[in-house]
């Protein structure tokens, strides 16, 4: 099993940062990816960005450029650097964890951090 809890979130202006933090632990050594998702109101859940086990990162096209992914993996925690903010950057944002045990995957999901952007 693995537990993520993010935090970071929160109302910021456009155009404004934000960085956001998720915390994972439990089984850690099995997570292969880290990622951030968002879901805005009746809107489906989106990906907006992903980091392996190597380093490689991708992001959805509307976020490059603007937001940025890491992992510090002494900490077991990711990242998520978010600028010039926009009100369509309004969401709920998750943090995401890929697992491999025993040849199967799993997937993880935190409880999700308000981002709020007013114009």
């Known amino acids: 099993q693995v537990q993520l809890v993010e935090n970071g979130g929160g109302l910021v202006q456009a155009g404004g940062s934000l960085r956001l933090s998720c915390a994972a632990s439990g089984s850690t050594f099995t997570i292969t990816a880290l990622g951030w998702y968002r879901q805005a109101p009746g809107k489906r859940r989106e990906l907006v960005a992903i980091i392996n086990s190597g380093g490689r990162t991708d992001y959805a096209d509307s976020m490059k450029g603007r937001f940025t992914i890491s992992r510090d993996n002494a900490k077991n925690t990711l990242y998520l650097e978010m600028n010039s903010l926009k009100p369509e950057d309004t969401a709920v944002y998750y943090c995401?964890?890929?697992?491999?045990?025993?040849?199967?995957?799993?997937?993880?999901w935190g409880q999700g951090t308000q981002v709020t952007v007013s114009s």
């Open positions: 995401y964890a890929e697992a491999y045990r025993s040849a199967r995957r799993y997937d993880y």
